[in-house]
């Protein structure tokens, strides 16, 4: 399924739950900021896990921190995937196409110049 698809479905889904029209997209965002933070919480454990990786382990422990980063992993995807909900519900709250808000953010970036560093620090090219 593509993107437009998944928001008209996601839209559909909140309007029989009656979240559209009872809610508002400050309501939204709120509940997308909390969804954003456990977001946050599972890319940052993620990353953790991530340099345990590197260390040498045994046989229990590597199949152990297997399993955690496979449960992280669904959490990750699960809190963008709820982010995203919130993110549609106020667009359609507000009236505003999300797809529309998508292409604007894109069309404000896709000429800006530059990289990421390995520090995680994007530098504009000049």
Same mark, same amino acid.
């Given at each position: 399924?593509?993107?437009?698809?998944?928001?008209?479905?996601? =839209?559909?889904?909140?309007?029989?739950?009656?979240?559209?029209?009872?809610?508002?997209?400050?309501?939204?965002?709120?509940?997308?900021?909390?969804?954003?933070?456990?977001? #946050?919480?599972?890319?940052?454990?993620?990353?953790?896990?991530?340099?345990?990786?590197?260390?040498?382990?045994?046989?229990?422990?590597?199949?152990?921190?297997? =399993?955690?980063?496979?449960?992280?992993?669904?959490?990750?995807?699960?809190?963008?995937?709820? =982010?995203?909900?919130?993110?549609?519900?106020?667009?359609?709250?507000?009236?505003?196409?999300?797809?529309?808000?998508?292409?604007?953010?894109?069309?404000?970036?896709?000429?800006?110049?530059? =990289?990421?560093?390995?520090?995680?620090? #994007?530098?504009?090219?000049?």
């Amino acid at each position: 399924m593509n993107f437009e698809i998944i928001s008209e479905n996601v =839209t559909d889904w909140a309007k029989a739950r009656q979240i559209i029209p009872n809610s508002n997209p400050m309501a939204q965002a709120m509940k997308g900021m909390e969804e954003a933070a456990e977001w #946050f919480q599972a890319a940052s454990i993620l990353y953790a896990l991530k340099q345990i990786e590197e260390l040498p382990l045994c046989d229990e422990a590597s199949e152990s921190l297997k =399993t955690k980063q496979e449960y992280w992993k669904n959490k990750f995807k699960d809190s963008i995937g709820d =982010t995203l909900v919130c993110i549609v519900n106020s667009a359609a709250l507000a009236n505003v196409n999300v797809i529309e808000c998508f292409n604007i953010a894109y069309n404000e970036i896709k000429d800006r110049k530059g =990289t990421m560093n390995e520090k995680g620090v #994007f530098v504009k090219e000049k």
